[in-house]
């Protein structure tokens, strides 16, 4: 059958291409894929090309399909997994594979989020990396590949019981919290999840240096909501302050916080982080950095004398990934607050290659429609001359500014097909 996809063919080398999918397996599932949200890590294996560790050497000779968030229809079933999987049901897809390097939207030709179809091998089946989903849209099961990533990084976080000298997994319940740059889209993610997991802080305090964001974010996950849930919710602009480190510690009452989280690969921002540590601290450098040299200064004598601990993640395992499916189920989260534009499956190549130059939050694409990536933001003005942005503001402002189950089904029903 043909399929249209973006693929990779070495250091910014995407291409929209129209090919053929060849007939599945046995031990293979075909999909229809619906939707994808563009994650930074696909713009730094489309920059770096075969030398992204993920990324196969014959890369352009044989080229991958990009994007691993993704979600839609299962279509066809092969045999192996017929008890299994069912015809017509919804999916979210785990990317990372136990134990192997590769991962769907990084390794595999036939298999990544940006496409119209695609073929799920009989590896990331055994694996149970395809996760059936029930709920009312494609774009939340898309959606929690990323919150998967969130909820690993808390999961990861550890505190020892200096009586036995054990590791004591997960935030600290009641504890004092930050996230530093924390108003971008995972960062979004990351505040939802801390306000209504069921191991909280007491204490959250959000960073960035840009007030329009953290604006936006006030709006969409408000103090108010966060002192029902039992958080103390404090929104930072840094650069306002003249001495973040002890002005954060003030928050806390003069004290170091039990969990930080670093947000964006930033040297000072880690430094910043190591510095409100409090005692048996632990620091989460979250944001994976494009250089493998890349380094910053730890105090050791805090690491000997206070006990710091130093972590980080990349990715989510597969019971991560069932929590965020299950919390936005229950709407306990809403993965829809980070995103901030929309586009179809040619919007993709442009701005996968310019993603850390737009603005803005999450950007999710649509794969059977051709669609310019477009800010929410910008659909009032758009709408005064186009029908489809019209439509889409007037449901978009009902939900409070954000996309919504209502949104997409329009978008789909109405939007030029690719």
């Known amino acids: ?118 073929i799920l091998h009989n590896e990331i089946l055994e694996g149970n990396n395809l996760i059936t989903y029930e709920g009312d849209c494609y774009f939340k099961a898309s959606l929690a590949e990323p919150m998967s990533c969130i909820i690993a990084g808390y999961h990861e976080n550890y505190h020892n019981d200096y009586d036995n000298h054990a590791h004591v997994m997960g935030i600290k319940e009641g504890g004092a919290c930050a996230i530093l740059a924390g108003v971008g889209p995972m960062g979004l993610g990351a505040v939802d999840y801390a306000i209504h997991c069921d191991r909280k802080p007491s204490l959250l305090v959000v960073t960035d240096i840009d007030q329009a964001r953290l604006d936006r974010a006030a709006t969409l996950l408000t103090v108010e909501d966060a002192e029902k849930n039992g958080v103390k919710l404090v929104y930072v602009n840094t650069s306002a302050v003249a001495d973040p480190v002890a002005y954060l510690k003030e928050i806390n009452g003069g004290k170091g916080y039990d969990d930080v989280f670093v947000y964006a690969p930033v040297v000072p921002l880690i430094e910043q982080g190591d510095a409100i540590l409090g005692d048996y601290g632990c620091l989460n450098f979250f944001a994976g950095p494009t250089k493998t040299d890349f380094q910053a200064k730890v105090n050791f004598y805090d690491v000997h004398y206070t006990f710091h601990r130093i972590t980080g993640t990349s990715g989510g395992t597969t019971e991560d990934m069932r929590e965020a499916i299950r919390m936005a189920g229950a709407g306990k989260i809403d993965p829809s607050i980070m995103i901030s534009h929309v586009g179809g499956l040619d919007s993709v190549v442009d701005t996968t290659l310019n993603l850390p130059n737009i603005k803005g939050a999450k950007k999710l694409v649509y794969t059977h429609i051709s669609l310019p990536m477009t800010a929410i933001a910008d659909f009032e003005e758009l709408g005064k001359t186009d029908p489809l942005f019209k439509a889409l503001d007037e449901i978009c402002k009902k939900n409070n500014g954000i996309w919504s189950a209502e949104a997409e089904a329009y978008l789909l029903a109405n939007a030029k097909k690719i």
């Open 1 to 118: 059958m043909k399929v249209k996809a973006v693929r990779l063919y070495g250091r910014n080398d995407l291409r929209l291409e129209e090919f053929d999918l060849p007939e599945i397996k046995d031990d293979e599932i075909l999909v229809r894929i619906v939707s994808d949200s563009i994650c930074m890590s696909t713009y730094k294996a489309a920059i770096q090309g075969a030398d992204h560790k993920r990324v196969p050497n014959d890369v352009a000779e044989n080229p991958i399909i990009v994007g691993h968030e993704f979600s839609g229809d299962i279509v066809k079933v092969g045999a192996k997994w017929q008890d299994k999987y069912k015809e017509g049901s919804k999916f979210g897809i785990q990317p990372a594979m136990k134990g192997i390097v590769q991962a769907p939207g990084y390794s595999f030709q036939y298999v990544g989020g940006d496409a119209t179809y695609a």
